[in-house]
């Protein structure tokens, strides 16, 4: 069954609390993307790996945010300390690249994370 | 000026009409166009991808890219009320992450 995994599902949590959410990307995909999803700022891109390795993370607040890639099955979005603005679905995508292009990346379920 | 531009509607078609949704982007180097679902509590599907000037059809949905013009569209064919959801366009930008416009709401009305 091809498709990407995410955990949890949903999660709710205290302001300061370290939060990790998880991501299996399809087998055989090189490329993960991490994406936050709000209704005032629609799909933002977190991070974005290639061969495991970190592409670009400019869109993420290094502060708090951490993005990793332990192994090419898993990689995980950390939040510390959570904050109530950190409220949002957050999505892993993976996908691969051939040549110069990107192909197409597919979404998994997404973490719905509300900080109170 | 937003990387990717959709405009976020809602549009509303009647039942067996053609929806026409656009999106402009503003980076020329460009290379990888996409469509992608997105019904409500949902994550977004992929249902279109191109990537040369032109058209591309399947099914009930043709995309169409200009290139040129920086201008990328999705129309759907014979609209079903199952097709109301947001239609997001996402564009490769050259860093070779995916960029994704705001999304257009579309409402096919039975």
């Known amino acids: 069954d091809a498709r990407v995994t995410q955990t949890p599902r949903h999660k709710v949590t205290e302001m300061g609390q370290e939060v990790t959410m998880r991501c299996q990307p399809i087998?055989?995909?090189?490329?993960v993307f991490w994406y936050r999803q709000t209704m005032m700022q629609g799909l933002e891109l977190l991070a974005y790996?290639?061969?495991?390795?970190?592409?670009?993370d400019s869109g993420m607040p290094k502060d708090r945010f951490s993005a990793e890639m332990p192994d090419a099955t898993l990689a995980t979005l950390k939040i510390q300390p959570s904050e109530p603005r950190d409220s949002a679905v957050y999505f892993c995508?993976?996908?691969?690249?051939?040549?110069?292009?990107?192909?197409?990346?597919?979404f998994g379920q997404g973490t719905r994370l509300t900080v109170v | 000026q937003k990387e990717v531009e959709q405009n976020s509607g809602p549009l509303s078609v009647p039942e067996g009409a053609i929806a026409s949704l656009n999106c402009t982007y503003s980076?020329?180097?460009?290379?990888?166009f996409f469509w992608y679902r997105q019904y409500s509590g949902k994550s977004p599907e992929l249902i279109m991808s191109?990537?040369?000037?032109g058209d591309k059809e399947d099914g009930r949905f043709t995309a169409q890219l200009n290139k040129a013009s920086q201008y990328v569209s999705l129309l759907i064919r014979d609209s079903q009320p199952s097709d109301s959801a947001t239609y997001l366009c996402a564009v490769d930008t050259g860093r070779r992450a995916l960029t994704f416009g705001s999304g257009t709401r579309l409402q096919v009305q039975p």
């Open positions: 790996f290639r061969n495991r390795a970190p592409l670009d």
């Open positions: 191109i990537y040369s000037n």
């Open positions: 980076d020329r180097v460009s290379q990888s």
């Open positions: 087998l055989g995909h090189n490329t």
């Open positions: 995508a993976s996908g691969s690249n051939r040549d110069i292009m990107n192909t197409e990346a597919f």
